[in-house]
């Protein structure tokens, strides 16, 4: 593998690892001032947005819930085509089952306009990549060089088989068209309803599994008595060239890419705060609540001809002739071949597949306590568990399951806590802060540490979002919301 390719790998890595399950900027959850990222957790809230416009330059957001792997010696200096080689991905050592869940998001030019105080539109163009990984309890340490020394290591501290191992990435690009209204409006109360279409371009789909793998044990090689391997990518993938620049990857990705609709709905409810003699903003209330159904709809990819499904081991094969087979092939991307020679039942994957948004229920309460603290509270409920029972219609999940967000905020400054416990049981504090257009943030405060970073497990976000904010201390109602 060159420098450059390396390079690329990693670079993919960190923006994969490091920061957008990124459904929403946890931070704004709630917040007036969100504007048009709120329609990452809820289409209906855009219409009760502070503001008459905002526009997000950009937005990156990624979050990671991992005990599967960990990188070594990342600093800055190793950022480079000279250094790259220096950084290590390699297994967490020690014992138990492992898992790796992460969504990232990268969005661009989001516009929002309200049309005027009880229509509200926007769009704009996100790239959305979710991966999850899962494999039954195993020993390991780094002095491990090859799966025949794995096999060894783990007899002798008693695991036992079968092995499983079940791995997916789904990436796609959409186009976000929303709209939003107020449909009822009096003294005490205010209710939304909002849509969001979105046009989905499949950019990759990957499945790979191991099930059901047994062996007898030899003294210097292992017999594989039972076992079966599943490899499905998507066709598009082929494109990609190490050769290339990434823009023309990305093109000629998006070029062989399918099309599907996906969508979202969502209605929120305020209970206005009773302040007389000044016109209702958006600031102005007491509670709000939100439900939304948010992505709905799947990826549709076409199969590469390299996917495969095998199982039944030849008689006599061994775990040293299969790895040295797949050396020998490697070169020449032929791991396909080397399962169909050594297996007794094939089955080649040809029609087309689809692999599940993660569709979710999400209910979000949100208080107000003073003129400038709220606290909000975001439930996620997924709709389906990772489940890929059947190959051609991959169903996947949202990383987050309970978000309790306290904030203080004005239009131009913003402090908050996120405190998410997600679908993995993993409890993390975030921090983030908000300076005119600038928003960023951490999932995980222990990031902060060097040591804890190299563990993989959080994230963050960086937005730059603009609205018609000033520094100058505003009246209570918010003047700038007035046409």
């Known amino acids: 593998m060159n420098t450059s390719s390396k390079f690329i790998q990693i670079a993919f890595l960190l923006f994969s690892s490091f920061s957008v399950k990124a459904q929403s900027y946890h931070a704004l959850n709630g917040s007036a001032y969100a504007g048009g990222l709120g329609n990452f957790s809820n289409p209906a809230s855009v219409i009760n947005s502070a503001f008459k416009w905002d526009f997000s330059l950009l937005g990156v957001q990624t979050n990671t819930s991992n005990n599967a792997v960990r990188i070594s010696n990342f600093s800055l200096n190793n950022l ?43 769009f704009g163009l996100r790239f959305r990549s979710n991966s999850y990984m899962e494999a039954s309890p195993f020993h390991y340490t780094d002095s491990i060089s090859g799966f025949n020394e794995f096999v060894h290591y783990n007899n002798s501290k008693g695991n036992v088989t079968p092995f499983h191992f079940h791995g997916y990435n789904e990436s796609w690009m959409e186009n976000d068209f929303s709209y939003a209204r107020i ?116 990826n549709k990819f076409d199969t590469d001809t390299s996917s495969v ?82 190959i051609y219609d991959i169903k996947t999940s949202e990383i987050n399951r309970i978000i309790i967000t306290p904030r203080w905020e004005t239009p131009a400054f913003g402090f908050y806590m996120p405190i998410q416990f997600t679908e993995k049981k993993d409890l993390m504090i975030g921090l983030a802060a908000k300076l005119g257009p600038l928003v960023v943030g951490i999932h995980n405060l222990n990031w902060l540490q060097k040591t804890k970073l190299e563990e993989l497990d959080g994230g963050g976000y960086l937005a730059l979002h603009f609205q018609p904010f000033s520094f100058k201390k505003q009246h209570h109602s918010l003047d700038c919301y007035t046409n």
Do not use: C
């Not at 499945?207 to 030899?218: A, H, R, S």
């Not at 993660?358 to 997924?382: A, E």
């Open 80 to 122: 480079t085509p000279d250094n790259i080689g220096n950084i290590l991905i390699q297994p967490n050592s020690g014992d138990g089952a492992r898992s790796f869940i992460n969504t990232s998001d990268l969005h661009l030019f989001n516009i929002r306009y309200n049309i005027d105080e009880k229509q509200s539109v926007s």
């Open 309 to 390: 499904l095998v199982k039944t081991p030849n008689a006599g094969l061994t775990d040293t002739s299969l790895e040295r087979q797949i050396k020998i092939d490697r070169n020449n991307s032929n791991l396909k071949q080397v399962l169909i020679d050594n297996f007794e039942v094939r089955r080649v994957y040809l029609k087309t597949f689809k692999m599940r948004l993660p569709t979710r229920l999400v209910i979000s309460i949100d208080k107000k306590l003073d003129d400038n603290f709220y606290i909000n509270g975001l439930f996620n409920l997924n709709f389906y568990a990772n489940d890929v029972s059947n």
């Open 183 to 298: 449909l009822v409006d009096d003294d005490e109360h205010r209710i939304s309803g909002g849509i969001t279409v979105a046009l989905l371009r499949g950019l990759s789909g990957l499945y790979g599994g191991i099930d059901n793998l047994n062996y007898l044990q030899g003294t210097s090689k292992n017999t594989i008595t039972s076992g079966e391997a599943t490899i499905l990518y998507s066709a598009n993938t082929a494109k990609l060239d190490s050769r290339n620049t990434g823009y023309r990857n990305l093109r000629d990705l998006i070029k062989a890419s399918k099309t599907s609709i996906g969508a979202s709905i969502g209605f929120e409810y305020v209970v206005k705060e009773q302040i007389f003699e000044e016109k209702y903003n958006p600031k102005n209330y007491s509670w709000k609540f939100g439900v939304s159904v948010m992505d709905i709809g799947s």
